[in-house]
């Protein structure tokens, strides 16, 4: 049977939160799930106040993977779909200006993780269990796993964890930087909510060109990259958010930034 809504939105001053929700299939991510994210996705990015965008699973896990029940018979040519619409989805959610921040609790394996990875920042929760294991079912990772784990982690690591497809700790995985944060499972909530507030406050298009520094310039050559970089540091002058944020400073107090 059809999941009704298997991604859920909720906004509220600026920060909208995604919830993936099969949580019998411990949020297996599937055609449906994904083509949901997608709407959702497109819904926000039309949204003018929107400043943070949180993503967590529902239930006992992040996300357990892509649905293996609907790979099973898929042939090659489907097959390559089906990986093809994952890394778009989580292309759009990566190019949205707006800062993302995945909340993991319970697994984030297969396409769980690169959905994660899909995000600007990881935040989990102890006990939280990672991993690419989809090697041990005779496949690759096929949603950007073999090109983002090694870009956030090293060569090494990423090749250590895609290649035995084990589970890491939350604890391994924030001491080789695939999550930058590991709290009490209680508390994780609370914690992303919070730096969800504080980024909610900041200069929405100096967070914007960030992202678009970091994401343009990462694959480029540093020249290149610092020429990006100057550019867009020269645009951050052109907006009222720059003048507020250097006078504040001047001026002893907090700023307010107004998204211009
Ligand atoms: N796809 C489909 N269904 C899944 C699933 C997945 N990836 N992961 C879990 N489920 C389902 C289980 O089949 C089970 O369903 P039923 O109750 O109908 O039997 C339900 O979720 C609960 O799962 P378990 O009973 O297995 O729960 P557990 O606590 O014993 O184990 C687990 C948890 C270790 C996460 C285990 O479910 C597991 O190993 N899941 C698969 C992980 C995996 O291999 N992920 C990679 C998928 S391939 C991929 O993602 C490719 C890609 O990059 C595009």
Redesign the pocket.
Known sequence: MADENPVGLSLEQGIAILTLQRE???N???RELLLSLSQHLETLAALPELRVVVLQGAG??FA????????QNLSAVEATA??KL?QQVFRQLELLPQPTLALIQ??A????L?LAMACDIRMAAEGT?F????V??G?????G?TQRLPRLVGRGNALRWLLSGE?LEAQQALAIGLVTDVVAPAELLDRGRALAEKLAQLAPQALASVKRAVDLGSGAPLEQGLNLEAALFGLCFATVDQQEGMTAFLAKRKPVFSGK
Not at 131 to 134: T, W
Not at 139 to 143: A, E, K, L, Q, T
């Open positions: 019998k299939q411990l297996a991510l599937n006992r896990a357990a993977g892509a649905d293996i029940g609907q790979m089906f990986a994952g319970g697994y394996l297969g396409g769980g690169e269990r991993g690419q294991p989809e041990s079912l496949v690759i990772p096929g949603f796993g589970l």
